[in-house]
């Protein structure tokens, strides 16, 4: 299928995050090497903390947010697709439509629960896995011109997997296996900069992000007696400190920290919902908590979701810290949160 094609198309989900931009970029470059003209196409803009890895590969991505009309035109002349770190189209948000719409083979590569399996040709879903990017790497391994030499796959496809792999396992806290381990011995081995992508991913944020997540655990986080800690973000606070798409990443984190907090919520605002992150420590599932009340789901410690303004809340920040509260006692309550 793959050897037959040459107008390769990856897609991902919305808001994309480092796995979603390392498995993307990873699998961009392994195409190149073997001959083909991939791009990729985004639902919206990726954040600023990733660009390091497509400095060079900006002429091959397209927003669909910032130009839908031209990004659809160049998505329907596909003639195979890959949807990676996604596991519907349906999270790829606004470009959902232009996906169903598609006739081309479409391969999914994901590690999340409940794959959309019947709107694909090929399905590569694992859950027992790290990231999508951990998974990607393991297919590539196995591709002839490959053949189990990590040394054969393009220095740029390792550097993209790597660092989509730190950033699903929050650099190695959560989410980790054996093979995990065995991904970054292997690539290291074969020259990728570790330490580089540590100080890209990590060490290069604006001044701002450090002054929001001090007034955020300082003046704005909560912790419920049933050992949820939570904060919001709202639009008010987000143009105070002029946060951009990413800079809150890994603050949901920070909470679980304390000995006393279980599970930790972000909630932050966009247009019309509040997008929110969940992270719970081992027993408490995150997935279970995201599915019954925030219309998501993900992982058992990792999840997401969203509340809908005017369907699922209304009102302001008071509100929604009290559905929140509510939602949380309700869920250690009534559910069984070890799952």
């Known amino acids: 299928m793959m050897e037959k094609s040459d107008r390769i198309t990856i897609v991902t989900h919305t808001h994309p995050d480092g796995d979603a931009i390392g498995s993307s970029a990873g699998l961009l470059h392994y195409l190149r090497m073997k001959g083909k003209h991939p791009h990729i196409i985004l639902s919206d803009r990726y954040p ?6 497509i400095q060079d590969i900006k002429e091959d991505i397209f927003i669909f947010e910032e130009n839908p009309e031209g990004t659809g035109s160049i998505l329907g002349e ?28 479409a391969i999914l590569i994901d590690h999340h629960l409940n794959p959309e399996k019947e709107s694909f040709h090929t399905v590569f879903s694992e859950t027992d896995i790290s990231s999508t990017s951990e998974l990607l790497y393991h297919i590539l391994l196995a591709m002839p011109d490959v053949d189990g030499d990590v040394g054969k796959l393009p220095h740029k496809t390792g550097t993209a997997l790597l660092t989509g792999m730190t950033t699903d396992t929050n650099n190695f806290a959560n989410s980790v296996y054996p093979s995990t381990f065995s991904m970054a011995s292997d690539l290291i081995g074969a020259g990728i900069d570790r330490n580089a992508i540590l100080n890209s991913l990590y060490n290069c944020y604006r001044e701002n ?13 909560k912790i419920t007696d049933k050992g949820v800690a939570y904060m919001i973000i709202d639009n008010a606070i ?6 951009r798409e990413g800079e809150t990443e ?27 992150s969940i992270r719970s420590k081992k027993g408490i599932s995150a997935n279970m908590c995201a599915a019954r009340f925030f219309h998501g789901g993900g992982h058992e410690l990792a999840a997401g979701g969203k509340l809908v303004k005017g369907q699922d809340i209304s009102g302001g920040v008071e509100k929604l810290a009290a559905y929140v509260e509510k939602a949380t006692d309700l869920f250690f309550t009534d559910e069984n949160p070890a799952g």
């Open 209 to 221: 992000r450090f002054r929001l997540m001090g007034t955020l655990l300082a003046d704005r986080m």
């Open 250 to 276: 890994g603050f949901v984190n920070i909470p679980l920290g304390m000995k006393n907090v279980r599970m930790s919520l972000l909630l932050k605002e966009e247009e019309d919902r509040f997008r929110v």
């Open 78 to 105: 596909s003639d195979l697709l890959f949807c990676l770190d996604m596991n519907s189209y349906g999270r790829a948000d606004a470009l959902e439509p232009h996906l169903r719409q598609l006739s081309c083979p």
């Open 238 to 243: 987000a143009r105070e400190y002029d946060i």
């Open 48 to 53: 600023e903390s990733l660009a390091f890895l």
